[in-house]
Antibody, heavy 121, light 104 residues
Framework: EVQLVQSGVEVKKPGESLKISCRGSRDIFENRWIGWMRHMPGKGLEWVGRIYTGDSDTRMNPSFEGQVTISVDKSINTAYLQWNSLKDSDGAIFYC??????????????WGQGTTVTVTS | DIQMTQSPSTLSASVGDRVTITCRAS??????LAWYQQKPGKAPKLLMYEASILESGVPSRFSGSGAGTEFTLTISSLQPDDIGFYFCQQCDTYTFGQGTNVEI
């Protein structure tokens, strides 16, 4: 099955740092845009940003600029979403997803299973 | 930013019913709209892209239509396997609708 595999549940304290991951096989990951989405309880999904695995070109939702960092290690087909200092309000489920091949407006065709991040003192 | 308004938030229907979910964009997005299905504890699944193109492997009872600001996802004959959460996404700046919970 074509899939992206995300790292597991995280429980952190405010102020702590965190890096969650999204790993795929080479054939689904190489030279593709990988996006990150946030799903907060009771709200719709929000697009956080995306990264091109070939050259690490990154585009961020302005609402998340400076709050998180997206990176990729293409040698291990893994994308990351990172916080330097978590806030109480950062708790959510985060999904990675691959943008469909072709034009930018075709949606995301492969998704990870989600990583639950809980931030609590 | 482009806002997506999706309705209804919950839809209860019987097996075999024709059901329709609507997404409205706050400004024109051409046909740059995707629809997804998500089941509890599972990853979202792409159903439709460019508003009306069925993703490979998705049953033909699903269809999409619309352009500009008004879009619909239709299930022609609801099946038990179709229960789940459905949401739209505008693929210009990637905002999502709030989602629709489909129940039988």
């Amino acid at each position: 099955e074509v899939q992206l595999v995300q790292s597991g549940v995280e429980v952190k304290k405010p102020g702590e740092s965190l890096k969650i991951s999204c790993r795929g096989s080479r054939d689904i990951f190489e030279n593709r845009w990988i996006g990150w989405m946030r799903h907060m309880p009771g709200k719709g999904l929000e697009w956080v940003g995306r990264i091109y695995t070939g050259d690490s070109d990154t585009r961020m939702n302005p609402s998340f600029e400076g709050q998180v960092t997206i990176s990729v290690d293409k040698s291990i087909n893994t994308a990351y979403l990172q916080w330097n200092s978590l806030k109480d309000s950062d708790g959510a489920i985060f999904y990675c997803a691959r943008r469909k091949m072709g034009a930018f407006y075709r949606g995301f065709d492969v998704w990870g299973q989600g990583t639950t991040v809980t931030v609590t003192s | 930013d482009i806002q997506m308004t999706q309705s209804p938030s919950t839809l209860s229907a019987s097996v075999g019913d024709r059901v329709t979910i609507t997404c409205r964009a706050s400004q024109t997005i051409n046909n740059w709209l995707a629809w997804y299905q998500q089941k509890p504890g599972k990853a979202p699944k792409l159903l439709m892209y460019e508003a009306s193109i069925l993703e490979s492997g998705v049953p033909s009872r699903f269809s999409g239509s619309g352009a500009g600001t008004e879009f619909t996802l239709t299930i022609s004959s609801l099946q038990p396997d179709d229960i789940g959460f459905y949401f739209c996404q505008q693929c210009d700046t990637y905002t999502f609708g709030q989602g629709t919970n489909v129940e039988i």
